[in-house]
């Protein structure tokens, strides 16, 4: 079964930086497109950033353009969302993401606090 265990979060003072792993197992990694999504305290879910199955493409919300960086190494079967100059507002609950044939599988999800 498909499963997608987040990792990297905690507390960052507002400018500083972090890098979330999401590993993957359970079905062709490297054949499917992967997302971050995060939820903030009393928010809906949104969409962070987005890379396809080679990792050629990468899409973001522009909230985050210019600040985060999606990338995955196939081999690993893993996805990464480094995040710099982060910002109060960026403090959420962090998720992975795959849909697989119209069905969304998420992590837990990690939570980032971004305070001083």
């Known amino acids: 079964q498909v499963q997608l265990v987040e990792s990297g979060g905690g507390l960052v003072q507002p400018g500083g930086s972090l890098r979330l792993s999401c590993a993957a197992s359970?079905?062709?990694?490297s054949n499917w497109a992967m997302r971050w999504y995060r939820q903030a305290p009393g928010k809906e879910r949104e969409?962070?950033?987005?890379?396809?199955?080679?990792?050629?493409?990468?899409k973001y919300a522009d909230s985050v353009k210019g600040r985060f960086t999606i990338s995955r190494d196939n081999s690993k079967n893993t996805v990464y969302l480094q995040m710099n100059s982060l910002k109060p507002e960026d403090t959420a609950v962090y998720y992975c993401?795959?849909?697989?044939?119209?069905?969304?599988?998420w992590g837990k999800g990690t939570l980032i606090t971004v305070s001083s």
């Open positions: 993401n795959v849909n697989k044939y119209g069905t969304d599988y």
């Open positions: 359970g079905f062709t990694f």
């Open positions: 969409l962070v950033a987005g890379i396809t199955d080679t990792g050629a493409g990468t």
